[in-house]
């Protein structure tokens, strides 16, 4: 059973890991590797920019809901969790490369919104009982963090929120339909 979680496992563990290599070895040189968008030398930042964070507290905020996210991911269909991350991460990376604002885009945040939407848009597209109640239980847990999809004047990426939750969503209208769903 412990095996199934592994891979979100693995994905905190390698945030948590690059995190301090940054901090202790870069002295936080690596976040240079996010999305700038529109710029070439921003386009690394596509791939890397959700294992990068700006602060211990940064990285920390993200921590539990990629977790807990993720573990639902993980405990559904063999394979989902993969998927879903494989194809959020660049389709997730490439809206900010194309569309955000011209700022430094790191954080594993737009992949806790590109599950998150995952998870709940699975209950309008597949509506069977298991699907509503993860989505619901999702939305209870974490549809407060909507809010960071709104523009801000901060440093907050509000534009990788919301190409996370959109990624998301299409993913969630791309699945199979199975049994399990």
């Known amino acids: ?17 690059v995190f301090f290599v940054n901090v202790l070895v870069f002295q936080g040189q690596l ?3 996010g999305i700038i ?3 070439v030398y921003g386009l690394p930042g ?12 940064h990285l920390a905020a993200n921590t539990i809901p990629l977790l807990v996210l993720g573990a639902i991911l993980c405990s559904r269909r063999p ?19 194309l569309l955000a604002r011209n700022a430094d885009h790191i954080g594993a945040s737009s992949l806790v919104f590109c599950y ?13 009982f298991f699907t509503v109640v993860v989505a619901v239980l999702c939305f209870f847990a974490y549809g407060g ?6 523009p801000n004047a901060g440093p907050i990426s509000w534009e990788g929120h919301l190409a996370g939750l959109l990624v998301g969503v299409f993913l969630a209208r791309l699945a199979p339909k199975t049994k399990s769903a």
């Open 46 to 57: 596509i791939v890397c920019s959700p294992f990068l964070h700006a602060s211990f507290q």
């Open 37 to 39: 968008p529109r710029q």
């Open 116 to 128: 998150f939407g995952y998870l709940t848009a699975l209950a309008w597209f597949h509506r069977t």
């Open 145 to 150: 963090m909507l809010t960071g999809i709104l």
């Open 1 to 17: 059973m412990f095996r199934r979680f592994t891979p979100i496992l693995l994905l905190v563990a390698t945030c948590w890991a």
């Open 31 to 33: 976040n240079r590797f």
């Open 79 to 97: 394979g989902e969790f993969l998927a879903v991350t494989l194809a959020g991460i660049p389709l997730t990376g490439s809206l900010i490369w």
